[in-house]
């Protein structure tokens, strides 16, 4: 290891060199000099005035289901939090989770315990706070409908701050714009439910996610934004895009929100297929679909 990998192992687990394909659900990506699993809240402390003092660009990384990385090497973190933030705390109908914990782990333990609101969550990939980042939602619901605060690291501070502060709207937070803000926790206010009805109800959905998605091919989930009055997906569809493919990026059969990796894609080739769909539909609809997926290390 060198000296900054040393440093940093003073207060974490520390890997380099890590292929950023094997942290996200894309598996596309190059690799990330240093990739840092922090134990607790002084560690990530300790860890964040390293990282400012040696100048070096950092990232969060969740469970990278909503990342598009490119193929250059990340000089810079990586900070995982699922490693050991994956705690949660329930007091009546109050939920208390950290930034490394399942959505669809929490989903299913408020199940058991007779709590509704995260049955829409119950399918997403994702940790807690990249949920509460990109305001992650289904079904017509999302993670703002439940968020009552959220526990950051600012300014060498942690603090609570109210939903009314986390300026949340479609697939949008102020965490997006705030890129130096970390979210360590979150706490949602639910509402008591039936839990065989809840169960039901996210088994349903089960089932059509599994119908309807291609769960067995590496992707980002639903790559654009819906406009308003038409979904993304009849858009693509009209274009005749269904099954198109360049290099190993193609749009899927079962879902044309999604584009896969079929066979060993790159970067380049899923940015290409994005930019034709947005070509292609901007001349036939006139139409501007913008990517819900979040580039990550880009030039």
Same mark, same amino acid.
């Given at each position: 290891?060198?000296?900054?990998?040393?440093?940093?192992?003073?207060?974490?687990?520390?890997?380099?060199?890590?292929?950023?394909?094997?942290?996200?659900?894309?598996?596309?990506?190059?690799?990330?000099?240093?990739?840092?699993? /922090?134990?607790?809240?002084?560690?990530?402390?300790?860890?964040?005035?390293?990282?400012?003092?040696?100048?070096? /660009?950092?990232?969060?990384?969740?469970?990278?289901?909503?990342?598009?990385?490119?193929?250059?090497?990340?000089?810079?973190?990586?900070?995982?939090?699922?490693?050991?933030?994956?705690?949660?705390?329930?007091?009546?109908?109050?939920?208390?989770?950290?930034?490394?914990?399942?959505?669809?782990?929490?989903?299913?333990?408020?199940?058991?315990?007779?709590?509704?609101?995260?049955?829409?969550?119950?399918?997403?990939?994702?940790?807690?706070?990249?949920?509460?980042?990109?305001?992650?939602?289904?079904?017509?619901?999302?993670?703002?409908?439940?968020?009552?605060?959220?526990?950051?690291?600012?300014?060498?501070?942690?603090?609570?701050?109210?939903?009314?502060?986390?300026?949340?709207?479609?697939?949008?937070?102020?965490?997006?714009?705030?890129?130096?803000?970390?979210?360590?926790?979150?706490?949602?206010?639910?509402?008591?439910?039936?839990?065989?009805?809840?169960?039901?109800?996210?088994?349903?959905?089960?089932?059509?996610?599994?119908?309807?998605?291609?769960?067995?091919?590496?992707?980002?989930?639903?790559?654009?934004?819906?406009?308003?009055?038409? /979904?993304?997906?009849?858009?693509?569809?009209?274009?005749?895009?269904?099954?198109?493919?360049?290099?190993?990026?193609?749009?899927?059969?079962?879902?044309?929100?999604?584009?896969?990796?079929?066979?060993?894609?790159?970067?380049?080739?899923?940015?290409?297929?994005?930019?034709?769909?947005?070509?292609?539909?901007?001349?036939?609809?006139?139409?501007?679909?913008?990517?819900?997926?979040?580039?990550?290390?880009?030039?």
């Amino acid at each position: 290891m060198d000296q900054m990998a040393n440093e940093l192992a003073q207060f974490s687990q520390v890997e380099t060199w890590v292929p950023l394909k094997n942290m996200t659900t894309l598996r596309i990506g190059g690799r990330a000099h240093y990739v840092c699993y /922090p134990e607790n809240t002084v560690a990530l402390d300790s860890i964040m005035k390293m990282i400012e003092k040696a100048g070096l /660009p950092y990232k969060m990384f969740g469970k990278g289901s909503n990342l598009l990385c490119s193929d250059d090497d990340f000089e810079g973190v990586v900070i995982r939090l699922d490693r050991h933030f994956n705690d949660f705390y329930f007091k009546g109908t109050t939920v208390i989770a950290q930034a490394g914990c399942s959505i669809i782990v929490l989903a299913n333990e408020c199940m058991k315990n007779g709590l509704s609101g995260l049955e829409f969550a119950s399918g997403i990939p994702a940790t807690v706070g990249g949920t509460a980042y990109m305001n992650a939602g289904a079904y017509k619901s999302s993670m703002s409908d439940v968020i009552d605060s959220v526990f950051i690291y600012r300014n060498g501070r942690f603090e609570w701050i109210p939903v009314s502060e986390c300026e949340y709207s479609y697939r949008t937070s102020v965490f997006q714009k705030q890129p130096d803000w970390i979210i360590i926790a979150v706490r949602m206010q639910l509402k008591q439910g039936d839990p065989d009805e809840i169960r039901d109800l996210m088994e349903r959905r089960r089932e059509r996610r599994m119908s309807s998605q291609p769960l067995d091919k590496p992707s980002c989930g639903s790559v654009f934004h819906n406009p308003e009055n038409v /979904p993304a997906w009849k858009l693509i569809e009209g274009i005749g895009y269904r099954g198109h493919r360049v290099g190993g990026a193609k749009v899927s059969e079962k879902h044309v929100n999604f584009i896969v990796n079929e066979d060993h894609a790159n970067a380049e080739d899923f940015l290409s297929l994005v930019t034709e769909i947005q070509q292609k539909v901007k001349e036939q609809y006139g139409v501007d679909l913008h990517m819900e997926v979040e580039k990550f290390n880009w030039r």
